[in-house]
């Protein structure tokens, strides 16, 4: 999918700043807006955790013995009730798969930066440790998606396919869709080179400069049709909070999940 120019971004952003908070069962932060708006939603991003080892999730990043990433997910899907996972290798890309029923445990599909799906009981993943977990939710229509979002997947569209997605699968409108951009890298701490400014549609600086990529995102949103006041940014960076997450920039190797599904 193309990508679709994001507006200047100099002007203070109108989105609301969301500071997650810790829930129990998986170490993780939740958004506490959407577990009061929207019971049947199952939604967080996990931490570092609490105990010796850190609460790697990462099934690619080879940070953590595979025996023990592989019982960390089985964690998970027990600690929130789902019978069935859904990840896949990601390539910073802009494929979203849509997932209907299956059998129980980790299922691994093929290789993509994000998830869909109208049916309770699957729990989409996807793993981060800088960029952006985003998560979307259709209540109307009982509806989730959940994106990895580096730049360039913000650049080559992940958000726009993923409300495609979600559109032609399910028939949500984006009217409908309520927004949340999660844990990641914060503006002040993500200095990029200008050719990341020109691949997200934005005036090119003369040098390295940070980037707010939650804001570009969140902007891309509002263009495809969700409302303002249904998009919302984390209040926690990767890099300034690496007591809590994990951030690659910052010299881990190990990975946090964003996690989103459908209580049955």
């Given amino acids: 999918m193309a990508a679709v120019p994001s507006p200047t971004l100099s002007q203070p952003a109108p989105f609301g700043i969301v500071e997650e908070v810790p829930a129990e069962g998986p170490p993780s932060l939740v958004h506490p807006g959407w577990r ?11 931490t570092r955790g609490g105990g010796q080892d850190p609460f790697d999730l990462g099934l690619f990043s080879d940070a953590s013995a595979p025996g023990a990433v592989l019982e960390r997910w089985d964690q998970v899907r027990r600690d929130v009730d789902v019978p069935r996972s859904v990840h896949a290798r990601q390539l910073h890309g802009s494929e979203v798969r849509f997932h209907g029923p299956g059998d129980a445990g980790l299922h691994l599909a093929d290789a993509c930066d994000g998830h869909a799906t109208a049916v309770a009981g699957v729990l989409l993943t996807v793993t981060t440790a800088d960029c952006v977990p985003v998560f979307m939710v259709d209540p109307a229509r009982r509806v989730v998606a959940l994106l990895h979002a580096g730049w360039r997947g913000a650049a080559g569209g992940i958000l726009e396919a993923g409300v495609a997605v979600m559109k032609a699968r399910a028939g949500s409108r984006a009217a409908d869709l309520h927004v949340h951009l999660g844990p990641s890298i914060c503006g002040a701490c993500y200095e990029v080179g200008p ?11 003369a040098h390295p400069t940070p980037l707010d990529l939650r804001q570009a995102l969140a902007h891309r949103a509002v263009a495809v049709g969700v409302p303002e006041d249904r998009v919302s940014i984390s209040a926690h960076c990767t890099l300034c909070n690496r007591d809590v997450l994990f951030s690659h920039r910052g010299g881990d190797r190990a990975r946090q999940v964003g996690f989103l599904g459908m209580r049955e």
């Fill in 36 to 46: 009061s708006a929207f019971p049947w939603v199952i939604q967080g991003t996990t």
């Fill in 195 to 205: 050719e990341v400014f020109s691949a997200l549609g934005l005036p090119e600086p």
